[in-house]
């Protein structure tokens, strides 16, 4: 069965604290791997997309990496609006169905 | 640039009313997707629309259908509402399901 797994569940850190995310998946045929920013009441915001082991994706302080059993989501520096649930999700299946697998979650505050 | 429009952001239902929760998207995208977000669980497959004139179930379908109405819009409708219903649901696009998707903000039902 397709799963995938995030932890910690939930991260306190101080502004400035460095720390990373991880996201463990078991899958047949992985597509692609997808990290997601998600805000309280509102819809998940697109951040990166890996498609295979040893890829690395950048955005400000946000760095995503990839190996054949997980990938993590390592946060530079963070400041408090980088406070938000941080989601992966794994896309299977043939042809360009396009489904997405998500994990759970992990909900990151950062205080300053 | 609307992006994904979802309609309406809040209802409340009783149990055994029916109603249909609309969907929007203005990117040309040729993929749609339906998705429940419950405490603890993540974000589910409801339903999902490869393309324009097909529909296939997703990993919850039960007490769902969906229509996809043109390339702009798929609609889910819950024909006989249960408390289990209650949840907040996402409707999302993509392009050919290789890219990010792109998500609308969320519709909250309630279900009493």
């Known amino acids: 069965e397709d799963q995938v797994t995030q932890s910690p569940e939930a991260l306190r850190l101080q502004e400035g604290e460095s720390s990373s995310l991880n996201c463990s998946y078991t899958?047949?045929?992985?597509?692609?791997l997808f990290w997601y920013r998600q805000d309280p009441g509102k819809g998940p915001e697109f951040l990166f997309t890996l498609y295979s082991a040893g890829e690395e994706k950048e955005k400000e302080r946000l760095k995503a990496t990839l190996t054949k059993k997980e990938s993590f989501l390592h946060i530079t520096a963070p400041k408090p609006e980088d406070s938000a649930t941080y989601l992966c999700a794994v896309q299977v299946g043939s042809g360009n169905t396009g489904k997405l697998i998500f994990g759970q979650g992990t909900t990151l505050q950062v205080k300053p | 640039n609307a992006g994904v429009t979802q309609t309406p952001k809040f209802q409340v239902l009783k149990t055994g009313q029916s109603m249909t929760l609309q969907c929007a998207q203005d990117m040309n995208h040729n993929s749609m997707y339906w998705y429940r977000q419950d405490p603890g669980m993540g974000l589910r497959l409801i339903y999902y629309?490869?393309?324009?004139?097909?529909?296939d179930k997703g990993e919850v379908p039960n007490g769902y259908n969906v229509s996809r109405l043109n390339k702009r819009e798929f609609s889910l409708r819950l024909e006989s509402a249960a408390p289990s219903q209650t949840s907040v649901y996402f409707c999302a696009s993509s392009e050919l399901g290789i890219y990010g998707y792109t998500f609308g903000s969320g519709t909250r039902l309630t279900v009493v």
């Open positions: 629309s490869a393309s324009e004139g097909t529909t």
């Open positions: 899958v047949s045929g992985l597509r692609g």
